[in-house]
């Protein structure tokens, strides 16, 4: 495997069930990102960690709940989801938060739908 | 007002066609521009970058910022049918990695 994989690609869950999405990157990188696309809007960032340690809650509701057990693996459990939440959900690797032109490498996403 | 705003398109053009991709941003303090591809089914890659104002050319793409109309363009000469995606330009502050994204142009080149 090569860059950053998420797990699964596609995800159907009803509102009351509990799920997890998956992130690994190959990179070796030191920050990792959460993302929600929806369609016709803005890539929209839900959480930052980096060097394992949350730097970042851009406001985001508690069902969606991030998990960094290490800097290669970024977990998002969701529980008690609402159909708005349905989404892409995209994670993201950078050597670490620094700025400059610190390129962002995106996995493929998990197409998330709640019913 | 949005941040960052993009026209979503989608815009058609036949193979061969210079195609011009704007962007306007409100926040003058971020000095970083990106723009990324995003092919379907996949996530965003980073096509280039500029940094404050200028142009940047990079084989058949040219990154353009005009600081003074808060203007962010992306020229693509020769475009080809692989040259379909949707494309995101982003801003970002530069003193820590958080990206501004636009909500992305469908770009479709057609033979």
């Known amino acids: 495997e090569t860059g950053v994989t998420q797990t699964p690609r596609h995800l159907v869950m009803g509102m009351t069930n509990k799920k997890s999405l998956k992130c690994e990157q190959h990179?070796?990188?030191?920050?990792m990102y959460w993302y929600k696309q929806s369609a016709k809007k803005p890539l929209e960032l839900m959480f930052v960690?980096?060097?394992?340690?949350?730097?970042e809650n851009n406001s985001v509701p508690s069902r969606f709940s991030p998990e960094c057990p290490n800097s290669s693996h970024l977990f998002l459990h969701l529980h008690t989801l609402q159909p708005e939440d349905s989404a892409l959900y995209l994670c993201?690797?950078?050597?670490?938060?620094?700025?400059?032109?610190?390129?962002?490498?995106f996995g493929p996403g998990t197409r998330l739908t709640v019913l | 007002q949005k941040e960052v705003e993009q026209d979503p398109g989608p815009l058609s053009v036949p193979e061969g066609a210079i195609v011009s991709l704007n962007c306007t941003y409100s926040?003058?303090?971020?000095?970083?521009f990106m723009w990324y591809r995003q092919y379907s089914r996949k996530g965003p890659e980073l096509l280039m970058y500029?940094?404050?104002?200028g142009n940047k050319e990079d084989g058949r793409f040219t990154a353009q910022v005009d600081k003074s109309s808060k203007y962010i363009s992306l020229f693509i000469r020769d475009s080809q049918p692989s040259d379909s995606a949707t494309y995101l330009c982003?801003?970002?502050?530069?003193?820590?990695?958080?990206?501004?994204f636009g909500a992305g142009t469908r770009l479709a080149v057609h033979p």
């Open positions: 993201a690797s950078s050597q670490d938060t620094g700025g400059g032109a610190n390129e962002q490498f």
């Open positions: 926040n003058s303090a971020f000095q970083y």
């Open positions: 500029t940094y404050s104002s």
């Open positions: 990179l070796g990188h030191n920050a």
């Open positions: 960690y980096n060097f394992k340690e949350q730097t």
């Open positions: 982003a801003q970002s502050s530069g003193g820590y990695n958080k990206l501004i």
